[in-house]
């Protein structure tokens, strides 16, 4: 819970990733908070009102999870419509003549997102929920430490920075609306 809010606040596409991983652990953890409990909250050791805090942040989770009926695959409503919203973004930084720093970011990752595409089994809603899927593959490929080719280290370099420069931009792009109101 605190991972996810501190990253909520710094980098919208970690937040996304780190929330898809949480999904996967609690289907890994068959939706029961007991497993949960013992596995991923109490080896943290957390003060008593954190504990519960966290503890009722999956457990809302769960739930979640379940009226959404994504118990085998999916993605929380929510975190679609975050990845809908950096989308909007990121089209909008494309049409924008200033924005020549994107467009160069985008020109460079864009054969290896055409590659993604081609290579997936999923057709994925848009070329930022392509490139959040492949970044979590990668994420994934790592933590199981499964060997990457370098080819592919190379191609995620591409991916993986047009995509922190968006979440960059969706940061300011909240701060300033922030200050507005």
Known sequence: MLI??????????????????????????????EKIKENIIEPFGLPPD??????????????????EKIEDTGHCRFLINLVNDLHRLHLELLD??????????????????????????????????????????????????????????DAFQHIGKMIAYLAARYKAREEEEETQE
Not at 138 to 149: D, G, I, Y
């Open 96 to 153: 924008r003549p200033e924005e020549t720093a994107y467009r160069h970011l985008h020109r460079q990752a864009e054969p290896h997102i055409r590659a993604l595409e081609e290579k997936s089994l999923h057709r994925y809603m848009h070329e930022t929920d392509t490139c959040l899927h492949g970044l979590y593959g990668l994420l994934l490929m790592k933590l199981q430490k499964r060997k990457v080719h370098p080819e592919t280290q």
């Open 50 to 67: 954190i504990r519960r805090k966290t503890e009722e942040w999956y457990s809302q989770l769960v739930h979640l999870m379940k009226n």
């Open 4 to 33: 996810a809010q501190q990253k909520r606040k710094e980098n919208l596409a970690e937040y996304i990733l780190y929330l898809w991983q949480v999904e996967d652990m609690i289907r890994a953890h068959d939706f029961s908070m």
